[in-house]
C-alpha cells in the first residue's frame, strides 16, 4: 500500500478522466467520419462537462501533492504521454471536420451553380409573356 494513498486516488481520477477523454475523441472522429453532426455535438457537450471534473481532479491532485511534499509539477507530468496523445487525436479529428467542411461546402457551390443554370435554361425557354402571367399566379 502507498504511503500516499490519497494522492493515489487522486491519481486514479484523474487517469479515469483521462481515458474517458480518450473514449469520447475517438467517438468523435467516427461521428464526424459519419456526418452524424447532431451525435458530435452532444459528444463535444459532454467534453465540455468533463473538463471541469478533469481540471479539478487534476488540480487536487497538485494540493495532494504538495501535502505529501511532492512535486506537484512532477505528479502531474507523470500524465504527460496520455495528454500528448489525446492531443494528437484531437488534432486528428480537427483536420477530419475541416475535410467534411470543405466537401460540403463544394457540394453547396455545385448546388448553386446547377441552380443558376437552370434558371438560365428556364430564361432561354420562357417567353416574357409566360414569365408575367407566371409573376400574378
Same mark, same amino acid.
Given at each position: 500500500m502507498s504511503?500516499h !494513498?490519497?494522492?493515489?486516488?487522486?491519481?486514479?481520477?484523474?487517469?479515469?478522466y483521462?481515458?474517458?477523454?480518450?473514449?469520447l475523441?475517438?467517438?468523435?472522429?467516427?461521428?464526424i467520419q459519419?456526418?452524424?453532426w447532431?451525435e458530435?455535438e452532444?459528444?463535444?457537450a459532454t467534453?465540455?462537462q468533463l473538463?471541469?471534473?478533469?481540471?479539478g481532479a487534476?488540480?487536487?491532485?497538485?494540493?495532494?501533492?504538495?501535502?505529501?511534499?511532492q512535486d506537484?509539477?512532477?505528479?502531474?507530468q507523470?500524465?504527460?504521454g496520455?495528454? /500528448?496523445?489525446?492531443?494528437?487525436?484531437?488534432?486528428?479529428?480537427?483536420?477530419?471536420l475541416?475535410l467534411?467542411r470543405?466537401?460540403?461546402q463544394?457540394?453547396?457551390?455545385?448546388?448553386?451553380?446547377a441552380?443558376?443554370?437552370?434558371r438560365?435554361v428556364r430564361?432561354?425557354?420562357?417567353? !416574357?409573356a409566360? /414569365?408575367?402571367?407566371?409573376s400574378?399566379?
Open positions: 504511503a !494513498p490519497t494522492l493515489d486516488r487522486r491519481r486514479s481520477a484523474v487517469a479515469l483521462l481515458e474517458q477523454w480518450r473514449v475523441t475517438v467517438a468523435e472522429g467516427d461521428a459519419q456526418d452524424r447532431t458530435l452532444r459528444l463535444q467534453k465540455q473538463q471541469v471534473f478533469l481540471n487534476v488540480e487536487e491532485m497538485r494540493c495532494e501533492a504538495r501535502l505529501a511534499g506537484p509539477d512532477a505528479v502531474v507523470e500524465f504527460h496520455q495528454v /500528448i496523445g489525446l492531443v494528437e487525436q484531437e488534432s486528428a479529428n480537427g483536420r477530419r475541416t467534411a470543405q466537401q460540403t463544394a457540394a453547396q457551390q455545385e448546388l448553386e451553380s441552380t443558376q443554370q437552370l438560365q430564361h432561354a425557354y420562357v417567353r !416574357p409566360d /414569365i408575367q402571367w407566371q400574378y399566379s
